[in-house]
């Protein structure tokens, strides 16, 4: 599978993935109902599937206005520190206003969550890979 069916499908899974591990966490640890957190998880996955969407779009921008495009590993860390400082930036209120609680336990809620992505979006794009297959662009060339 390739295109845009690839990314809407990864897309699609990743979050619902994440929305059923985070769900049952928020729960537990901030004694929430279900569904109570099930609906903060699906408001965190959709700020960042729109943060995502609209930070790409803006670092691509950039991107195509420097000298040099070239993707080394300092543009890619600052696009990662771009995306994610931003979504901690966007999501720490939400997360402390949903919960009512302040901004510093929200912030260490997020920065909990930003580890456990982390580790989530390791195993997950192994899987998916493994099931759908790599991009074309990650495929090796026969030059």
């Known amino acids: 599978m390739q295109g845009a069916a690839r ?4 897309a699609m899974l990743y979050e619902a993935g994440g929305v059923l591990f ?4 928020l729960a537990l640890i901030y004694e929430q109902g279900m569904g109570y ?5 699906l408001v965190i996955s959709t700020v960042a599937l729109a943060w995502n969407m609209l930070f790409n779009g803006l670092f691509e921008w950039w991107e195509r206005r420097q000298a040099n495009v070239h993707r080394n ?5 600052l ?18 206003a949903w919960l009512g609680i302040s901004l510093g336990l929200a912030l260490v809620t997020n920065l ?3 580890v456990f992505f ?3 979006s390791l195993g997950f794009q192994w ?3 493994r099931v759908f297959d790599v991009p074309l662009s990650a495929q090796a060339r026969s030059d």
């Open 22 to 25: 985070v769900a049952p966490s």
């Open 7 to 10: 990314k809407i499908l990864q």
């Open 112 to 114: 909990g969550l930003f």
């Open 79 to 96: 696009h990662s520190l771009g995306f994610e400082g931003g979504l901690t930036l966007v999501l720490t209120p939400v997360i402390g």
């Open 127 to 129: 899987v998916f890979d």
């Open 73 to 77: 590993w300092q543009r890619r860390l």
């Open 118 to 120: 982390f580790f989530y």
């Open 37 to 41: 957190s099930t609906l903060l998880s």
